[in-house]
């Protein structure tokens, strides 16, 4: 009982509180992170975002960075080019096949951010 007080009452307590309690800040972006790497191939947007987590724009940005350190659109973009790298390497997809099953409508788009991310080309993680 003691070791829960002091969790609570310290300065991360407010973390336990809210998980408790689903409707929390924590709880919500929980629930858009799932929504995330489930629809990840939709458009989602940030709007629609806050949105699942009833939440403004602004607040929902600022809760998503407290709990991720990335914002949304850079974190939706590193679960889409994961799962295109493993549809490439895993799977065997061309690239132009991978990039459009994760949402992207641009293979250049996505061939220019994949190299950024993985610092190789989408035809490089291949071998």
Do not use: W
């Amino acid at each position: 009982m003691e070791i829960v007080y002091r969790a609570l009452v310290g300065s991360e307590g407010h973390v336990l509180f809210d998980l408790a309690h689903h409707d929390g800040q924590y709880a919500r972006v929980a629930k858009v992170l799932t929504k995330m790497h489930q629809d990840y191939s939709e458009g989602l947007t940030v709007q629609h975002l806050a949105e699942e987590a009833n939440m403004s724009v602004s607040a929902f940005h600022l809760a998503f960075r407290k709990v991720t350190l990335e914002s949304p659109l850079q974190y939706l973009k590193k679960v889409r080019l994961n799962k295109a790298k493993e549809l490439i390497q895993r799977d065997g997809l061309r690239v132009n096949d991978a990039a459009r099953l994760v949402g992207y409508s641009s293979s250049s788009q996505f061939s220019r951010e994949f190299k950024r991310h993985f610092n190789m080309t989408p035809k490089g993680s291949t071998h």
